[in-house]
């Protein structure tokens, strides 16, 4: 009896929180890559896209000449032998022009889907989780920059940052955003239920913790596919602003502007604007396929399960 009175009297000391994290959630490459494989038209994206990065990283070696170097004397020259895609109207070599062309236009399309979904993402989770005014006010703010087309937005955006490259690039990245808020935001009201968001609430974790601990890595999966699916659509937006003269400028090598350049040669010299136009077109479906694939693999309701 004294020993338990004496344990009646010991005050209990609370141990360390245990830290309540969400359910890792692995990604079975090989089920990927069998679910890739049933469907031909993903693997023509993904052979499309592998094509355009080892372009891009091979630029140096395989561009037959420097994309900027003038020769006047094969001023618009046709496809043949020496210039396989012909000439533009100073003489620079296309084919030349469009392998390094690669690296600008793919890389400006990736790094403006990289942060408009980094960006958007964080803050729907966020909105998704706290809720109240502070999600009232960041989705009517969201609400406010989708009831403008976007392509009129970004150009008005880049007008009005001035005609660079990485004014378009912040353009485009801002009129992005709103669509990962709301995609991101539908994914936290429904995992803000789970049970180790709430417990992980219990024992105090914070908002900023549980948003990029439990909300943000279990979002990922449908946030992936669409920056996917997004990249083509940034290309072709960058190419079209730098089309109208807002983007990319001489001498840069970047598909759009070199459409632009080549608009006024298309009724005889055809193969200056066709041939990036043709790269631009390429390189959008390949993302687009490969994008169309993954959400067959990602959402279970469009393979009837």
């Known amino acids: 009896m004294a020993s338990d009175s004496n344990l009646a009297a010991t005050p209990l000391t609370p141990g360390p929180t245990p830290e309540v994290s969400a359910p890792a959630s692995r990604i079975d490459l090989a089920y990927i890559w069998y679910q890739l494989s049933r ?17 891009m990283l091979l630029a140096p070696w395989i561009a037959p000449y420097d994309p900027n170097a003038l020769d006047l004397r094969a001023r618009l020259a ?11 109207q100073v003489g620079r070599d296309l084919l030349s022009r469009i392998i390094w ?13 990289f942060f408009s979904m980094s960006i958007g993402t964080i803050l729907g989770a966020f909105s ?29 955006l880049a007008a009005a940052l001035g005609p660079d490259l990485i004014n378009a690039m912040l353009a ?22 789970r049970a180790y968001v709430k417990a992980a609430v219990t024992f105090g974790a914070s908002r900023r913790q ?7 890595p279990n979002a990922m999966a449908p ?36 459409v632009s350049s080549g608009r006024d040669f298309l009724l005889d010299q ?23 694939g993954l959400r067959d693999i990602f959402d279970p309701r469009l393979k009837g399960k």
């Open 39 to 55: 469907s031909p038209l993903t693997l023509v994206g993904l052979a499309i896209i592998v094509f355009v990065l080892l372009v």
């Open 78 to 88: 046709a496809p043949g032998a020496v210039h396989w895609l012909g000439t533009d």
């Open 101 to 113: 062309g690669s690296r600008v236009s793919v890389t400006i399309g990736v790094a403006i889907v």
């Open 128 to 156: 998704g989780l706290v809720g109240g005014r502070t999600d009232t006010v960041i989705m009517r703010l969201m609400d406010v920059l989708l009831s403008f087309p976007s392509f009129v937005m970004a150009m008005a």
């Open 172 to 193: 485009i990245a801002v009129v992005r955003i709103p669509f990962y808020v709301r995609l991101a935001r539908g994914q936290a009201l429904s995992l803000r239920e």
């Open 210 to 216: 549980i948003v990029l601990r439990h909300i943000v």
């Open 223 to 258: 946030i992936i596919v669409q920056s996917t699916l997004d990249i083509g659509g940034a290309i072709l937006t960058a190419a079209a602003l730098s089309f109208i003269g807002l983007g990319a400028q001489q001498p840069t090598a970047e598909w759009g502007a070199m």
């Open 270 to 292: 055809w193969w200056y604007p066709t041939f990036p136009g043709l790269a631009i077109l390429v390189t959008a479906v390949g993302f687009n396929l490969l994008g169309d």
